[in-house]
């Protein structure tokens, strides 16, 4: 699955501009820190992760190709991330709560203020595949849901 998480076709839509018909089918949740600890190292050292991938759209044998990917989770960070991120990047209310892939949906917790920055998604994308994270400073926790998210340089 890890393997998976590389590849990737452009012009795919932000992964909350999605409909339902849109949506992935159910992907395995895992807790293996290091594919989450190379595409965003901009979390620190966080304390725990839940993620899920999964490929969107249908396989087609006449159309070969890349797929796209879809990367849902749940970091739990440490305290002192926490701190530097609130410090470090400006963090608004979000306008709508975090969408995930159905997995990790019952992973995210209801009824948080989720706070988004476009500084920091700027600086994990760069600009190079399409992601949204929410921080609840509160819990300490980042949800993120990306498509064709690649490492990070020097990963």
């Known amino acids: 699955m890890v393997l998976a998480l590389v590849g990737g076709c452009g012009g795919v839509t932000g992964p909350s501009a999605r409909s339902a018909s849109q949506q992935p089918p159910e992907a395995k949740v895992e807790t293996d820190r290091e594919p989450v600890e190379k595409r965003f190292p901009q979390f620190g050292r966080f304390t725990g992760v839940e993620w899920a991938a999964?490929?969107?759209?249908?396989?087609d044998s006449r159309a070969p190709g890349p797929t796209d990917v879809r990367l849902s989770g749940v970091a739990a960070l440490a305290k002192a991330d926490v701190r530097r991120l609130v410090e470090e990047y400006d963090w608004?209310?979000?306008?709508?709560?975090?969408?995930?892939?159905?997995?990790?949906?019952?992973?995210?917790?209801?009824?948080?203020?989720?706070?988004?920055?476009?500084?920091?998604?700027?600086?994990?994308?760069?600009?190079?595949?399409?992601?949204?994270?929410?921080?609840?400073?509160?819990?300490?926790l980042m949800v993120f849901d990306t498509v064709n998210a690649t490492p990070a340089e020097g990963s």
Do not use: K
């Open 54 to 59: 999964a490929p969107l759209g249908r396989a």
């Open 92 to 140: 608004a209310p979000a306008e709508e709560p975090p969408d995930v892939l159905g997995g990790i949906a019952p992973r995210v917790p209801a009824g948080t203020a989720w706070r988004t920055s476009r500084e920091f998604t700027s600086e994990v994308t760069r600009g190079a595949y399409t992601g949204e994270f929410h921080l609840d400073p509160a819990a300490g």
